[in-house]
T-cell receptor, first 114, second 112 residues
Framework: EAQVTQNPRYLITVTGKKLTVTCSQN?????MSWYRQDPGLGLRQIYY???????DKGDVPEGYKVSRKEKRNFPLILESPSPNQTSLYFC?????????????FGPGTRLTVT | SQQGEEDPQALSIQEGENATMNCSYK?????LQWYRQNSGRGLVHLIL?????REKHSGRLRVTLDTSKKSSSLLITASRAADTASYFC????????????FGTGTRLKVLA
């Protein structure tokens, strides 16, 4: 089944404790992206990747890191999480960086930083 | 912020009525897409309209695009209780980046 998976689905952590949220897709998509969703603000793009080893900042990259060493995986790293990073996070992929293709979304990771 | 805006923020209608929601964006685009989200779950793609198209249909969905006004509308006809969800527009800009910009969303509630 074609899908985007994220782990963990729920995470409660403390300020400053490094964490990684994994994202994997099995559709051989080139483009992958991370979003955060906060009430009243919709989805805001954190980082995106056009292909392996090619990443770029979205609208809200501060406090996050990403890497794309393999085509299927695009982990989101919070080196020193803070309470303002409490949010619902979505990973998504699409076949190509450009082009009229839909994005496929993962189920989301609800992160709470205390 | 480059974020798009949608209005209304919330909409409540009776089953069988039509629902219209609007999206405005800020930059030139390649295409505009509409997504649906059921209460905090992942987004599901509904329909895509290219920048050179003005109207598109898919089942009970009708999307229009006015690039001169940088706006789009989504019409859901003959709404059902199962259409209750949040709806978001999303654009990818022609600016040379591959950013993806979402609107703030419209929460639709369809009353049975």
């Amino acid at each position: 089944e074609a899908q985007v998976t994220q782990n963990p689905r729920y995470l409660i952590t403390v300020t400053g404790k490094k964490l990684t949220v994994t994202c994997s897709q099995n559709m051989n998509h080139e483009y992958m992206s991370w979003y955060r969703q906060d009430p009243g603000l919709g989805l805001r793009q954190i980082y995106y990747s056009m292909n392996v080893e090619v990443t770029d900042k979205g609208d809200v990259p501060e406090g996050y890191k990403v890497s794309r060493k393999e085509k299927r995986n695009f982990p989101l790293i919070l080196e020193s999480p803070s309470p303002n990073q409490t949010s619902l996070y979505f990973c998504a992929s699409r076949p190509l960086a450009g082009g009229p293709d839909e994005q496929y979304f993962g189920p989301g990771t609800r992160l709470t930083v205390t | 912020s480059q974020q798009g805006e949608e209005d209304p923020q919330a909409l409540s209608i009776q089953e069988g009525e039509n629902a219209t929601m609007n999206c405005s964006y800020k930059t030139s685009i390649n295409n505009l897409q509409w997504y649906r989200q059921n209460s905090g779950r992942g987004l599901v793609h509904l329909i895509l309209i290219r920048s050179n198209e003005r109207e598109k249909h898919s089942g009970r969905l009708r999307v229009t695009l006015d690039t001169s006004k940088k706006s789009s509308s989504l019409l859901i006809t003959a709404s059902r209780a199962a259409d209750t969800a949040s709806y978001f527009c999303a654009t990818d800009a022609t600016s040379g980046t591959y950013k993806y910009i979402f609107g703030t969303g419209t929460r639709l509630k369809v009353l049975a």
